[in-house]
């Protein structure tokens, strides 16, 4: 039993990172691979959008009954338990900062008790997380609300289609400097697909969340 926590601010881009492990791990591993959608907070990204692609791979999808719907109801449903009692690999896609990470309360113990690994993704062209400052507090935050610690970083930092190579190294040392700060390891760096062949050692990401525009 794994338990991989995806967490940071929101817009860092965990729904995209989150879809793109479940299905690696689909790929890679002999195990169950369930993707938990426990964001109860943003209605517009989010993992309930990738059923059809996750169904295919064989990632089993769970998700507010609100989800893709009208409904305004903030509550994750009773099937959630079956992940605890199952020897499988659980891929939680929270919502963001503090307000998302409140429901991840709700299961802490049972993650503990199994072993798990929260990745704090960041991406420091997000608005109000520009500097380790902002960062580590809304790290801060998340762990309070959640009952859970962040065990590494992810570095998300991209500027959409604008993305470049530039983009990307422009913020490894600030990429670095966090990790110092916090004396947390950099599980990986995430870039888009297009963009393998620059970066071959980082995580090469499908882009699988909606536009908006």
């Given at each position: ?26 790929k890679n591993s ?141 913020v490894e040392q ?40």
């Amino acid at each position: 039993m794994k338990h991989t926590v995806i967490t940071g601010h929101y817009g860092a881009g965990k729904t995209n990172i989150a879809v793109n492990l479940a299905l690696l791990a689909a790929k890679n591993s002999q195990k169950k691979v369930f993707l938990i959608d426990a964001d109860i907070v943003n209605p517009y990204f989010r993992s309930a959008d990738n059923e059809d692609i996750l169904k295919e791979a064989g990632v089993e999808l769970i998700a507010p009954m609100s989800a893709n719907t009208n409904l305004d109801i903030p509550s994750m449903p009773a099937t959630v338990a079956r992940v605890f009692n199952t020897d499988c690999e659980v891929i939680w896609d929270i919502g963001g900062d503090d307000a998302g990470a409140i429901v991840l309360g709700r299961y802490s113990e049972d993650i503990q008790k199994q072993g798990y690994e929260m990745i704090y993704v960041v991406n420091f062209y997000r608005p109000m997380t520009e500097s380790e400052e902002d960062m580590t507090e809304l790290m801060g935050e998340i762990e309070k609300a959640s009952k859970l610690k962040v065990s590494a970083l992810a570095d998300n930092s991209n500027l959409g289609s604008e993305t470049n190579e530039t983009t990307v190294k422009d913020v490894e040392q600030k990429v670095k400097a966090l990790s110092d700060k916090t004396k947390l390891p950099i599980k990986f760096r995430s870039v888009d697909e297009r963009l393998k062949e620059a970066f071959p050692d980082c995580l090469h990401l499908k882009m699988v969340t909606k536009k908006l525009w």
